[in-house]
């Protein structure tokens, strides 16, 4: 029996398969004896229920599923850009006209090494294969499809924590490749930290010229206000006020990939700006926790990829403090015996 409880209710939910069909239903009770009970009841219950999907009757397809997705529930979230380029992923590398109740690990792997082969990282396949068990997930749960029991787990990639900078002469080289609009907000985000998405929802109602801050929508749809360095702030006077978005970002990939060629920049993403500016506070002298408040990182745990920044300006500036020793000309290192 599969029994279990979901954060915020207090009851048990019953999770079971009947002729490949996986059903999820709240027990209504509160202890685990009453929704094992409860459970059995839900199973033969459904066993006595007649097949929803006749022979002549027509399934849903995974090109429907996704398109079902994207149109409910995929181009409401905030990164709504990546995940329609994650489904489009999905649907050209499985069959578009799989049966939704058919989908197996057997697609997803090959999916996978589909993706791997394009050259495609794994940050990027592992979104597309949550993508795909969301899809799978609201068939089963929203829409009553007959859908096969996958371990989703061992089908993503462990990601390695990414750290990747970059000097201010490299930095200088790609925004001098760049064309103005474009310029602009890489300029941002490297004066701030902010996030790609973060940067291009800017508007500017949310502008705050007088404290020198920005209220952005931020990971998790909060919002926060961001201090701004004054070359940010000169960003924001250079651009025109028109229309509500304070950036223009038409044709941002193709222009960045061009910049990158030019500049003689190798594997550096958008994001890496983000870590460029992190890496450039922590060289300048800023402690962990200054780091953590200016990314808005839930917690310092998240900023200590960037410990070993700091601790190498510490001892740089341990070796510049002033001696007030009267003998520190004439100290000889101790030899052990």
Same mark, same amino acid.
């Given at each position: 029996?599969?029994? #279990? @409880?979901?954060?915020?209710?207090?009851?048990?939910?019953?999770?079971?398969?009947?002729?490949?069909?996986?059903?999820?239903?709240?027990? %209504?009770? @509160?202890?685990?004896?009453?929704?094992?009970?409860?459970?059995?009841?839900?199973?033969?219950?459904?066993?006595?229920? &007649?097949?929803?999907? *006749? +022979?002549?009757?027509? %399934?849903?397809?995974?090109?429907?599923?996704? *398109?079902?997705?994207?149109?409910?529930?995929? %181009?409401?979230?905030?990164?709504?850009?990546?995940?329609?380029?994650?489904?489009?992923?999905?649907?050209?590398?499985? &069959?578009?006209?799989?049966?939704?109740?058919?989908?197996?690990?057997?697609?997803?792997?090959?999916?996978?090494?589909?993706?791997?082969?394009?050259?495609?990282?794994?940050?990027?396949?592992?979104?597309?294969?949550?993508?795909?068990?969301?899809?799978?997930?609201?068939?089963? %749960?929203?829409?009553?499809?007959?859908?096969?029991?996958?371990?989703?787990? *061992?089908?993503?990639?462990?990601?390695?924590?990414?750290?990747?900078?970059?000097?201010?002469?490299?930095?200088?080289?790609?925004?001098?490749?760049?064309?103005?609009?474009?310029?602009?907000?890489?300029?941002?985000?490297?004066?701030?930290?902010?996030?790609?998405?973060?940067?291009?929802?800017? /508007?500017?109602?949310?502008?705050?010229?007088?404290?020198?801050?920005?209220? /952005?929508?931020?990971?998790?749809?909060?919002?926060?206000?961001?201090?701004?360095?004054?070359?940010?702030?000169?960003?924001?006077?250079?651009?025109?006020?028109?229309?509500?978005?304070?950036?223009?970002?038409?044709?941002?990939?193709?222009? #960045? &990939?061009?910049?990158? +060629?030019?500049?003689?920049?190798?594997?550096?993403?958008?994001?890496?700006?983000?870590?460029?500016?992190?890496?450039?506070?922590?060289?300048?002298?800023?402690?962990?926790?200054?780091?953590?408040?200016?990314?808005?990182? +839930?917690?310092?745990?998240?900023?200590?990829?960037?410990?070993?920044?700091?601790?190498?300006?510490?001892?740089?500036?341990?070796?510049?403090?002033?001696? /007030?020793?009267?003998?520190?000309?004439?100290? @000889?290192?101790?030899?052990?015996?």
């Amino acid at each position: 029996m599969s029994v #279990f @409880t979901r954060k915020g209710s207090p009851y048990y939910y019953a999770e079971f398969i009947v002729r490949g069909r996986r059903v999820v239903r709240s027990t %209504k009770a @509160t202890s685990r004896r009453e929704a094992e009970a409860v459970e059995k009841s839900f199973r033969m219950e459904v066993a006595r229920e &007649e097949p929803r999907l *006749g +022979s002549g009757e027509a %399934k849903l397809t995974l090109d429907q599923a996704c *398109g079902r997705y994207w149109a409910t529930h995929g %181009k409401k979230l905030r990164d709504a850009r990546n995940v329609q380029r994650w489904l489009q992923y999905i649907i050209r590398h499985i &069959e578009k006209t799989t049966p939704i109740s058919a989908l197996s690990v057997k697609h997803v792997t090959a999916m996978r090494t589909s993706l791997e082969t394009e050259g495609v990282g794994p940050i990027s396949l592992n979104r597309t294969v949550t993508t795909l068990q969301g899809v799978h997930n609201m068939a089963a %749960k929203k829409w009553e499809e007959p859908v096969r029991v996958i371990d989703w787990r *061992g089908l993503k990639t462990k990601e390695t924590g990414r750290t990747r900078a970059e000097t201010r002469e490299h930095a200088q080289a790609l925004l001098q490749a760049l064309p103005i609009h474009i310029r602009q907000v890489v300029l941002f985000i490297l004066t701030t930290g902010l996030r790609r998405e973060e940067a291009f929802q800017v /508007v500017w109602p949310r502008v705050n010229f007088e404290n020198s801050s920005v209220n /952005v929508r931020v990971k998790g749809g909060k919002d926060r206000d961001v201090l701004l360095s004054p070359e940010a702030l000169v960003v924001l006077h250079e651009r025109p006020r028109e229309g509500r978005y304070v950036f223009d970002t038409t044709n941002y990939r193709k222009h #960045f &990939e061009k910049a990158l +060629s030019i500049a003689g920049i190798e594997d550096f993403t958008w994001h890496d700006l983000r870590h460029t500016f992190a890496t450039w506070m922590g060289q300048s002298g800023a402690p962990l926790e200054v780091i953590r408040d200016q990314l808005g990182h +839930s917690s310092i745990a998240v900023t200590q990829k960037y410990r070993h920044v700091v601790q190498s300006e510490v001892r740089a500036a341990l070796q510049r403090i002033p001696t /007030v020793s009267p003998i520190s000309g004439n100290v @000889t290192p101790i030899k052990r015996a």
